[in-house]
């Protein structure tokens, strides 16, 4: 039996951390796609192919080719056509798939959610009168700001946002971010309104925390159903997966 090849689509810090885990066991070729959103990703530990594969059936294409015997689905939480596409190419090979999925974030006494469905209902949310808004969406979700001028927004993101609008504040920057930073930022900006993703995780959680010490509003986009893969929350979860999948004795050839 010659060595699993595992195909991961990553560009979460939880593909990282399976990346190295696998790589630190050396019993299987591992392969990390990246979808190519940011100009300088962080360095991996694992080889690596960046951009997409054009659709779910080239992914199928690509698997079948490349002999993969494991598809991981770890891309971020509201890369929602990318999990769609891998649950298909999965199903048409019949190649084993499983998605790495951190929890959501649940609401704490303090919290002043509201739950929304987009970015755009999100913005629509907000009301006709201005206000001060941190889009903490990222550079994808920074053009939703042109729907509502009468707004002051503040955006983050890695790279740089093209074209600058005019009553926006840009910030270049990578998380994981502190609560005392978060805390900070709100209130040197006047924010009011947070429009943020619940995406789960550590790294960006300071912010939803500032939120709730400042008693600051958070319209929150909650995800959409995810498509019918085997999921688990934790890289643990996933190296016990791929166990079950290809037994490690095997792999030594013992």
Known sequence: MGRPRILILGGTGEA?????????????DVLLSLAGRTEKPAVQPVPIRVGGF??????ADF??????????????????????????AAETTGIAAIALRRPEWQRLPGDRWRDVQSIPAAIDALGPSPRHVFLATGRQGAHHAEAAPQHHYLIRSVDPVEPPLANVAYILDRG???????????????????????????????????????????????????????????????????????????????
Do not use: W
């Open 16 to 28: 990282r951390l399976l990346a190295e885990a696998l790589a630190a066991r050396g019993d299987c």
């Open 54 to 59: 054009g659709g779910a059936l080239p992914l």
């Open 63 to 88: 698997l079948k080719t490349g002999g993969y015997g494991l598809l991981i689905d770890a891309t971020h939480p509201f890369a929602e056509r990318i999990s769609a596409n891998a649950a298909f």
């Open 176 to 254: 994981p971010f502190s609560l005392e930073s978060e805390c900070a930022l709100l209130k040197q900006h006047h924010i009011d309104v947070i429009i943020a993703k619940n995406s789960g995780g550590a790294a960006t959680y300071a912010k939803i925390e500032a939120a709730r010490l400042l008693g600051i509003e958070v319209m929150m986009v909650v995800r959409a159903p995810a498509p019918m893969v085997t999921a688990v929350e934790t890289t643990e979860a996933a190296l016990a997966v791929i166990d079950h999948l290809f037994p490690p004795a095997m792999n030594r050839g013992v």
